[in-house]
C-alpha cells in the first residue's frame, strides 16, 4: 500500500511497506519472525505504549503540527516521548508499523482502534530501555 502526504511547504512524499508483503499491522509476519527468532517478552507489542499514552502523543503532536506544519520528522513525536520516558528506537518502529514515518502521518494514520483493535496487540507498556 502506498500513500502521498503533503508536508508544510508544498512538498509531497510517498511512502509504502519498506519490505514486501503485509507488515505486522496489517496481518504479515515481524522481520524477527522471517528469521526465526521469536519476540521477546518486551518485544511482543507492536508499539510500546498503551491507549491513552497513543492518545496523548497524538493530540500532542497534533497540537505542535497546528503551530509550525509538519518537518518529515518525528520531532514532536520525540519530545513528547522524552518527556514520558519512552524509548525511541522501539516508539518509532512501532509507529512506522502503522504508517506514522512523521509526525503528521503519525496523525493521520495510526490509528488508536486499528492499533488497539480486539486481538490485534497486547500493550506492553512504555518501553524504557
Known amino acids: 500500500m502506498r500513500y502521498q502526504l503533503r508536508h508544510a511547504g508544498g512538498t509531497h512524499t510517498s511512502i509504502g511497506s519498506a519490505r514486501p508483503g503485509p507488515g505486522p499491522a496489517q496481518g504479515g509476519p515481524r522481520a524477527a519472525d522471517a528469521v526465526g527468532v521469536g519476540p521477546t517478552d518486551d518485544e511482543a507489542a507492536l508499539l510500546p505504549l ?15 503540527l497546528g503551530t509550525g506544519g509538519c ?59
Open 50 to 64: 498503551d491507549r491513552s499514552q497513543l492518545d496523548a502523543l497524538r493530540e500532542h503532536v497534533e497540537a505542535l
Open 71 to 129: 518537518d518529515q520528522t518525528h520531532r514532536a513525536t520525540d519530545s513528547w516521548a522524552a518527556r514520558h520516558g519512552i524509548a525511541l528506537d522501539r516508539l518509532h518502529e512501532g509507529l512506522e508499523e502503522y504508517g506514522g514515518f512523521c509526525d503528521c502521518e503519525v496523525v493521520m494514520n495510526v490509528d488508536p482502534a486499528v492499533v488497539f483493535a480486539p486481538g490485534r496487540q497486547a500493550a506492553a507498556g512504555p518501553s524504557v530501555r
